[in-house]
C-alpha cells in the first residue's frame, strides 16, 4: 500500500480493514460532513484540496486548507464521537473512505498499523499547536509573510507563486478579514512583494526574512517530494530553519 498510515500494514489487516470502504470522487463545494455529526468514516484526501470549517453563532472561520495526503476526522474516529468540524471540498477531489469501527477493531488487533496511527494523531497535533503559536504569537502581516515563504517552498523553490486558493479563503486561514489581508500585503509591498490577481512575486531578500523570522519551532517549510506524502513524513523531514531567538526577561 502507497499510503504512507498503511506502509507497513499486512496483507492480512488491509484485507479486514478495507472492508466495507470505498473511493469516491465528490465535486468542489461539496460538503463531506457537518460539524457535531458522528464521524462513520476515516477520510482520507488523495486528490484535490479540503477545508476544515468552524462555526459558532454568526461567525465561521477556516481552521485548515489540507492538500494530499491527509486524513481528517481520525480523532474522532478513534473516540468513535462527533465531528469538531465541517469538511468541504474546494476543487474535485478524490477521497477514500475507511469504515471507523473497522480501523478502531483493526488499531486494537495489530500493533503495528495501532502504533502508526498514533503517529498520525501526533503529527496532525504538531500541526495544530503550530497553527495556534502562528495566529496567538504573529501580527497578520508576519503570518502572511510565512505563508508566502512556504509556498515558495512547496511551489518548487521560486520567487513567483500562484496562490492555491482564493483570497478570501487566505484571509479566513490566516486568522484576517479580507481588508485586512489587503492591507498585509501592502506593508509586504515595501520588501518587494508584488501581487497580480492570484500571482505573487517574493522578493526573499534578508530584510523580508528579518521581517517573518522563519522558525522551525512554528513553520513548516519543507518543500514537499512529488509523491505521496503524509502529516509524519512532513512532520518527520528535516527541518532547515533555525529555531527563533529566545526573548530574554527583565528581573
Known amino acids: ?23 469516491q470522487r465528490f465535486p468542489g463545494g461539496t460538503t463531506l ?11 482520507v484526501l488523495l486528490e484535490g484540496m479540503v477545508e476544515l470549517q468552524g462555526a459558532w453563532k454568526h461567525r465561521e ?70 497553527s495556534t503559536k502562528n495566529q496567538k504569537l504573529r501580527g497578520g502581516a508576519e503570518r502572511l509573510a510565512n505563508y508566502l515563504l512556504a509556498q515558495c517552498q512547496r511551489q518548487g523553490g521560486v520567487d513567483k507563486i500562484c496562490l492555491p486558493y482564493e483570497k ?3 484571509s479566513s486561514l490566516l486568522g484576517m478579514t479580507p481588508e485586512t489581508l489587503s492591507r498585509a500585503f501592502v506593508t509586504l509591498s515595501r520588501f518587494g512583494v508584488e501581487v497580480k490577481g492570484p500571482e505573487v512575486t517574493v522578493s526573499r531578500s534578508p530584510a523580508f526574512e528579518r521581517f517573518a523570522r ?31 531567538p529566545r526573548l530574554e526577561r527583565n528581573g
Open 1 to 23: 500500500m502507497a499510503l504512507p498510515l498503511f506502509a507497513g500494514v499486512s496483507p492480512r489487516t488491509l484485507r479486514e480493514l478495507f472492508v466495507g470502504a470505498f473511493l
Open 61 to 130: 472561520t477556516t481552521l485548515a486548507v489540507l492538500q494530499p495526503v491527509s486524513t481528517f476526522n481520525l480523532a474522532a474516529v478513534v473516540l468513535d464521537s462527533h465531528a469538531l468540524a465541517t469538511a468541504r471540498t474546494i476543487e474535485r477531489s478524490e477521497i477514500l473512505m475507511l469504515p471507523g469501527e473497522a480501523l478502531r477493531r483493526t488499531m486494537k488487533a495489530d500493533a503495528e498499523f495501532g502504533f502508526a496511527v498514533t503517529e498520525e494523531l501526533a503529527a496532525t497535533l504538531n500541526g495544530v499547536v503550530r
Open 33 to 43: 460532513l457537518l460539524e457535531g455529526d458522528p464521524v462513520d468514516f476515516l477520510y
Open 214 to 244: 522563519p522558525t522551525s519551532l512554528i513553520d513548516n517549510h519543507l518543500a514537499f517530494p512529488p509523491r505521496l506524502t503524509g502529516k509524519v513524513e512532513r512532520e518527520q523531514g528535516p527541518q532547515p530553519l533555525p529555531a527563533a
Open 168 to 170: 478570501r479563503l487566505l
